[in-house]
């Protein structure tokens, strides 16, 4: 019994259908429901309410039984394995259109979403009534956003089309409408008071983005050869919709800048540990990662391990270092405004 409930278990944190904090739940009433000798969902709905359970709490215990039967063994069907993961299948028709590894990651996580969805209620996956129902239940039951509910769409309607072959009629309906909303500026004092309490590295990333109107990930991607600190100018490779640009680095900024990169540089003939490094070049030009014109500008301090090689590599600084300074500079500026490091962008 055991054996079983690891597995299952186990099978919830890979295929991520549930959230990470609601798996022990799912896992304790698979347990009363073992407990119980495996009765029928009706059966086990009523044991549960006579044992004066919430309502929420019995569909979850139902929706739990539902996902055990499809991951049993013994239950599932004979040529199921057979099939491809609709998941994986996504990924790789992605990676071949060369879509962006954030938008593979957001992609197939809401395919898993829906596919668990459809699982947890019985529904065809394929069925065009199903892709409403769950656009329905995002707005209504979730209350997500717009822009969310949109990205969701997006990810579900590449599945049917890429994956599936099929094009789901009466679809346009559950697309949702993006409120206009104006971006919140900051003042050119209130920008100088951010400055003035940002410190360390985060800071200087913040006031590169300003400087050239970067975003977040644009600034953090940077490499020693794609900053021209004497022509005050930065190319930014790859960035939204794949496209290269050349923008502006402003000449206060310059001199902090050097004294950052040549630390790095002092540093470098100590690390043996490549860079990561986009694409084929890594196998292309195999000591690249240890080059000083690939170095990231703003090197995280840990090591971690290549997703495609599995090999350790460096990486930039995280974006939640350079997120929290900037709250905490906000804060001490004594600024009311909600000031965010895109803000700094607009």
């Not at 892709?131 to 579900?156: C, E, G, H, I, P």
């Not at 196998?283 to 350790?312: H, I, M």
Request: proline share 4%; net charge positive.
């Amino acid at each position: 019994m055991y054996v079983e409930l690891n597995e299952f278990q186990d099978q919830l944190k890979k295929k991520q259908i549930v959230p990470e904090k609601s798996i022990k739940y799912f896992v304790y009433w698979i347990r009363q429901y073992l407990i119980l000798d495996s009765p029928d969902e009706v059966d086990f709905s009523r044991a549960l309410d006579a044992d004066a359970r919430e309502d929420w709490q019995i569909r979850q215990a139902v929706d739990a039984v539902r996902l055990y039967k499809y991951f049993s063994l013994e239950e599932r069907p004979e040529d199921s394995c057979a099939e491809e993961d609709p998941v994986e299948l996504v990924r790789s028709s992605l990676r071949v259109k060369h879509y962006s590894e954030k938008t593979i990651r957001s992609y197939c996580n809401w395919c898993r979403r829906y596919l668990g969805f459809c699982l947890s209620r019985e529904f065809d996956n394929r069925a065009d009534q199903s892709f409403r129902d769950y656009m329905t239940y995002l707005a209504l039951n979730r209350k997500v956003a717009a822009s969310t509910q949109n990205q969701s769409f997006n990810a579900v309607l590449f599945l049917f089309r890429n994956v599936w072959n099929q094009e789901p009629t009466d679809i346009s309906g559950v697309r949702a409408k993006r409120p206009q909303r104006l971006p919140a500026v900051l003042s050119q004092e209130e920008v100088c008071r951010v400055f003035k309490k940002a410190r360390g590295v985060p800071g200087l990333v913040v006031r590169m983005i300003y400087s050239g109107g970067m975003r977040l990930s644009e600034a953090l991607a940077l490499r020693i050869q794609d900053c021209n600190v004497e022509n005050c100018s930065v190319v930014i490779r790859q960035s939204k919709s794949n496209k290269d640009r050349v923008t502006l680095l402003g000449r206060t900024l310059v001199p902090d800048l050097k004294t950052h990169i040549n630390k790095l540089k002092n540093r470098l003939p100590k690390e043996k540990i490549p860079m990561f490094l986009p694409g084929a070049i890594a196998r292309k030009y195999v000591e690249a990662g240890l080059k000083w014109s690939w170095q990231f500008v703003f090197p995280g301090t840990g090591v971690c391990n290549d997703p495609d090689t599995g090999k350790s590599v460096r990486y930039h600084l995280h974006p939640s270092a350079v997120q929290r300074e900037m709250k905490r500079a906000v804060n001490a500026a004594g600024i009311s405004k909600r000031a965010t490091v895109h803000t700094m962008r607009h």
